[in-house]
């Protein structure tokens, strides 16, 4: 499996746009939430698209069997603000584009994050805003992977995203352990999944925000 590291490129590309089409982005507000919730766990908003968040260790794509997928950061457009409930007013967003056309090919999104004392079972949910192109409808694999614990590594299928933003709260208790196994001893990850066999049509868009996880 081909993994490439998020560069140093995108959040040039993001100055860029922000020059050339004139978005005012809002300034920084706390990184845990927008109210002091201590509640609420926020591993990355994507701001400053080179180090995604304070928890966050590494980043970037993976490509396996011939599928092509490409990471892009772009500052949100004024019809993309943030919606309730909300971590932060939404600076920046994370495009993915992927390519599965070939038999058994795969690709998506890793975000590899550390966070000292970490323990799932204080936790209820995994969260993060999510839609399609517009004009689309996507489907995606969700995998967590937390090393050294008895979660290891588990799935959910979001089989119905639609081109408009939504927040995706995932119980924890819903995430599957997959049918290969489950073991992990590499760094925890938050990774999307596209798949030849399971995705609506072979190349489409995603777009990503806010990955945090709550208590209830």
């Known amino acids: 499996m081909k993994r ?61 069997e011939g ?20 971590i932060a007013a939404r600076r920046e967003i994370l495009k993915v584009e992927y390519n599965v056309k070939h038999e058994g090919s795969y690709c998506g999104l890793y975000v590899q994050w550390h966070v000292d004392g970490f323990d799932w079972e204080q936790w209820d949910a995994l969260n993060f805003y999510i839609r399609c192109e517009q004009g689309s409808m996507c489907r995606a694999k969700i995998e967590l992977k937390i090393r050294n614990s008895e979660w290891k590594w588990r799935i959910h299928y979001l089989d119905e995203i639609s081109d408009a933003w939504q927040l995706v709260s995932i119980p924890l208790g819903d995430f599957k352990y997959p049918w290969f196994g489950a073991s992990w001893h590499r760094p925890n990850e938050f990774v999307i999944t596209f798949e030849h066999d399971k995705v609506p049509t072979n190349k489409g868009t995603l777009y990503v925000d806010d990955i945090f996880f709550r208590r209830w």
């Open 67 to 86: 599928a092509t997928c490409s990471l892009m950061c772009l500052p949100a457009t004024l019809t993309e603000s943030c919606q309730t409930p909300c």
């Open 4 to 64: 490439i590291r998020g560069s140093h490129a995108v959040r040039w590309l993001v100055i860029a746009l922000v020059i050339q089409i004139g978005i005012l982005i809002p300034a920084a507000q706390g990184q845990e939430t927008s109210n002091g919730d201590s509640d609420t766990l926020l591993l990355t908003d994507f701001t400053e698209c080179e180090l995604p968040g304070p928890y966050v260790d590494n980043w970037g794509r993976f490509e396996v």
